[in-house]
C-alpha cells in the first residue's frame, strides 16, 4: 500500500514543521506550503489524502482552500486551523463543508485522533465503502415519501464530516433513530454510540454525569467515575432533549464542545475526548434563546448543520409501510401471527394525524393487536381519540415547537388521569369481560383476547385485577 500524502498550508513556519514532524511520525508524506498560490499548484500536480489549511492566508483564506477542495476534490477531507478560542470560525469552517477543525496551539494527541478518522474515512470512500454506507438503510427508516428519501441522503451527507448536528421534530419522530444511523454510516461506526436524555438526570448530578469525578471528590465517591464524554471517546454522543439542560450545565458543555476536553470532578487536569456531538429536542431550541432559556453560543455551536424530521402527518403515504413493518415486529416478539390491518383500519389510520407521530402508531398497533379478535385488525381495536371529521372545521397543524391543541372530549369510558389511565381503563374491561365470557379460565381469556398466558398474568398483576 502506498504512503498517504497530506497537504498541509499555513503561513507560520513553527505550525508547518509541527504538523509535518508530527504526521512524519506517522509514518504520512507531508507536504507544506505557505500561501494559496502554492497550495493551487501542489493540488494541481498531485493527489492528497487529506488537507489541513490555515483560516488566514497572506493572499486569501481557507474558505478558498474549501471551495476549491469541494469542488475538484470532493473525496479529500479538509481539517480547519483556528486560533484559540474562535469558535466562529470553527462553526463557519465546519458549514463550509470542513471536515473538523484544530486549535492553535495544536493538541498533539487530538491532532493524531482527527488524522486516524479522516485518513479512514477517505480510504472508505475510494474503496466504495461510503457509498455501500450512505444507499438508504432499509427498513432501518421506513417510508418512501419524498421528505423521507430527502431524509435519508441527508444523513448519508451528515456521516461524511465531523460537524454537530441539531435535530429538531416533534416527539416521537424518530430523533434518536436518525442520530444512530449518522453514526453507523460514517467513519465512527466502529466507536461508541452513546445516547443520553438531558432530562433524565437529575441536575446535582448532571456534571459528575457527563464528565465523571474522582473517588472521594464529594460524598459518595467510592470510586473514579468515568463520564459520558469519556465513554462516547472516539464515536458519538447524542444528547436528547438538550432542552432540559440547566443553564450552569450549557456552560460546562460549551467548553467540552470548544476545547475538545472534560476535566472530572474532583481531577486536576483535564482530559482529551475525541466526540462528536449529536444533539435533538421536540421544543423549539431558537425561541428557547431568544427567551433567556437556552445559551446563544451553545446554540450555535451545536447546531451547525440542523436536520429536520418530519411529522407522520407529512407523511400520510409511508403509514401502511410503518404499520406493516410494526406489526411484523410485534409477531416476532409475541411469537404470534402477524397482525393484518382490515380495510376500514387502515383507512382510519391514513386519516388519523399522529400527534404522537410513530411512537404513537407503535402503541396503537400494539394495543390493537392485544384488543383485536386473532389477526385481523378492524377499526374499533384502534381505539383512536375521537377528533372533529375531515373538512368539517379542522383547526390547522401547530407550528413546529408547539403543543399540539387539545383533542376533543374522550368518551365517558375515559378516565380524568390522562392517557395512560384511559388506557388501562380501556385494557381492564376488555379483561374483565373476556375472563367473564370464559368463565375466568385465564387460558381461555388469553386466547379470546389474542395475548398469551404469561402476558394476561403480567396484565393482571399490573392492573390489580384479583
Known amino acids: 500500500m502506498s504512503q498517504q500524502t ?17 504526521l512524519g511520525r506517522m509514518d504520512l508524506q507531508v507536504d507544506a506550503v505557505g500561501t494559496v498560490s ?54 463557519n469552517a465546519l458549514k463550509a463543508g470542513a471536515f473538523d477543525f484544530v486549535s492553535k496551539p495544536v493538541d498533539i494527541q487530538m491532532l493524531r485522533q482527527l488524522v486516524r478518522t479522516a485518513l479512514r474515512l477517505a480510504e472508505e470512500k475510494r474503496s466504495g465503502a461510503a457509498a455501500a454506507k450512505t ?56 466507536g461508541p454510540f452513546v445516547p443520553v436524555n438531558c432530562g433524565a438526570i437529575p441536575s446535582e448530578l448532571m456534571e459528575s454525569e457527563f464528565f465523571g469525578h474522582r473517588k472521594g471528590s464529594f460524598t459518595g465517591a467510592v470510586s473514579d467515575k468515568e463520564g459520558l464524554f469519556q465513554a462516547a471517546n472516539g464515536g458519538t454522543l447524542f444528547l436528547d432533549e438538550v432542552a432540559e439542560l440547566p443553564l450552569h450545565m450549557q456552560v460546562k458543555l460549551l467548553r467540552a464542545i470548544q476545547e475538545k476536553a472534560v ?43 440542523e436536520l429536520r424530521v418530519p411529522p407522520l402527518r407529512e407523511r400520510r403515504g409511508d403509514v401502511p409501510m410503518l404499520a406493516s413493518h410494526i406489526l411484523r415486529q410485534l409477531a416476532q416478539k409475541s411469537g404470534g401471527a402477524t ?49 372533529t371529521p375531515r ?22 369510558s375515559a378516565s380524568d388521569g390522562g392517557l395512560d389511565d384511559y388506557i388501562s381503563n380501556l385494557e ?13 379460565n385465564k387460558t381461555a381469556a388469553a386466547k379470546k383476547l389474542g395475548i398469551t398466558f404469561r402476558a394476561l398474568r403480567y396484565k393482571l398483576k399490573k392492573l390489580g385485577i384479583d
Open 391 to 412: 373538512g368539517v372545521s379542522e383547526a390547522p397543524a401547530p407550528a413546529y415547537g408547539t403543543p399540539p391543541p387539545a383533542p376533543p372530549a374522550t368518551p365517558a
Open 135 to 190: 444507499s438508504p438503510p432499509g427498513d432501518r427508516l421506513i417510508g418512501d415519501s419524498p421528505v423521507m428519501q430527502q431524509v435519508r441522503a441527508t444523513i448519508g451527507k451528515l456521516a461524511r464530516n465531523q460537524a454537530p448536528v441539531y435535530i429538531a421534530g416533534e416527539s416521537g419522530v424518530g430523533k434518536e433513530l436518525v442520530a444512530r444511523l449518522i453514526h453507523e454510516q460514517g467513519p465512527r461506526a466502529s
Open 428 to 440: 381492564r374491561t376488555a379483561i374483565i369481560k373476556a375472563l367473564e365470557e370464559s368463565r375466568y
Open 38 to 91: 502554492e497550495a493551487r499548484r501542489a493540488l494541481a500536480e498531485r493527489t492528497y489524502d487529506l488537507c489541513f489549511t490555515d483560516m488566514r492566508l497572506p493572499d486569501g483564506s481557507g474558505h478558498e482552500i474549501l471551495e476549491l477542495i469541494a469542488a475538484q476534490y470532493p473525496d479529500m477531507p479538509v481539517a480547519m486551523i483556528t486560533a484559540y478560542g474562535n469558535v466562529d470560525a470553527a462553526v
Open 263 to 305: 476535566r472530572p470532578i474532583g481531577a486536576r487536569e483535564e482530559i482529551p475526548v475525541d466526540v462528536r456531538i449529536l444533539s435533538a429536542t421536540h421544543k423549539n431550541l431558537a425561541a428557547l434563546v431568544e427567551q433567556g432559556q437556552f445559551r446563544q453560543d451553545l446554540f450555535y455551536r451545536i447546531n451547525v448543520i
Open 339 to 387: 397482525g393484518r390491518l382490515l380495510p376500514t383500519a387502515q383507512q382510519a389510520l391514513d386519516s388519523y394525524d399522529f400527534p404522537g407521530n410513530v411512537r404513537e402508531l407503535e402503541n396503537i398497533l400494539e394495543r390493537a393487536m392485544a384488543m383485536c379478535d386473532g389477526d385481523e385488525i378492524d377499526i374499533i381495536d384502534l381505539m383512536l381519540p375521537q377528533r
Open 6 to 22: 497530506v497537504l498541509v498550508i499555513d503561513d507560520e513556519r513553527d505550525i508547518r514543521e509541527l504538523l509535518t514532524i508530527t
